[in-house]
Structure formats: C-alpha cells, structure tokens
C-alpha cells in the first residue's frame, strides 16, 4: 500500500488530549491520521498497579516500544517477560496481548502500529469481567 503522506509536515500532540481507554490505559494519539495509513503511533500511559485487557488487533502488527517504567508484556507465543527502557515489544497481527506496570511510577511506551491503528481492529478476548476501574 502507498501512503498518502504526499508532503512534509510537524505534528504536536497535545497533554490535554491523552485520553483513558477500555482497555485499561491512557493514549496521545501521536500521529493517527488518514492521509498517512501505513502507521500509527500512540504514546501508551499505564498506571502502577494496572495491567491492559488481553486483547488482539485484526490485521495490524503493534510494536510496543518502551520508554519508562517497568513492567510485563504478554503476547500469545512468547513467555511473559519483564521489559524496561529501551525494551521493544513486536506483537503480529492478531497475537493476543496484554501488559502489566510492576512498578511505582507510570509504564510509558509507544504503540506504533502497521498499517494504522482503527477502533473496530480492536478485540477484547479477556476471559475475566470487565472490572470497574479508577480513572485518575
């Protein structure tokens, strides 16, 4: 597929636009746009404590690159391990996943996906409830 990205351009998210997910986590959209479909790029915000629903994505490979933080990423067809900084997760399309924040401090990462990401990719496969959570 070619992009549509056909000029150059900077993009600033902004703070105020992180947003709280189902899935159990906060997202700024870095770069998620229709004119670019080959990739998106989310910085991921999970609270100490916290861990992600197991989920997959239909047909969009995830890379979940580590910023700050320690946790444990979970992708079906690997054991959990424990990843830090620097840290870099490759999650295939469709792979079960889901990450835990073993920490104190946030678990900061960038999901960068390919092609783009899109809500209806999205699948829940959580075997547990989904529990009330607390929004910070």
Do not use: K
Request: aromatic residues 8%; glycine residues 10%.
């Amino acid at each position: 597929m070619a992009s549509g990205l056909r000029s150059p351009l900077i993009h600033s998210p902004r703070e105020g636009e992180e947003y709280y997910t189902a899935e159990g986590c906060y997202i700024l959209e870095s770069w998620n746009r229709d004119l670019d479909p080959d990739v998106s790029v989310a910085r991921a915000r999970v609270v100490p404590g916290m861990t992600t629903r197991l989920h997959r994505l239909d047909g969009i490979a995830e890379r979940y690159l580590i910023l700050s933080g320690r946790g444990r990423a979970e992708v079906e067809g690997l054991a959990p391990r424990e990843v830090g900084p620097g840290d870099l997760v490759a999650i295939p399309a469709g792979a079960g996943q889901r990450i835990a924040n073993l920490g104190e401090t946030d678990l900061v990462f960038y999901a960068i996906c390919t092609p783009r990401f899109v809500p209806g990719a999205y699948q829940d496969i959580d075997p547990e409830p989904f529990p009330e959570r607390q929004v910070r």
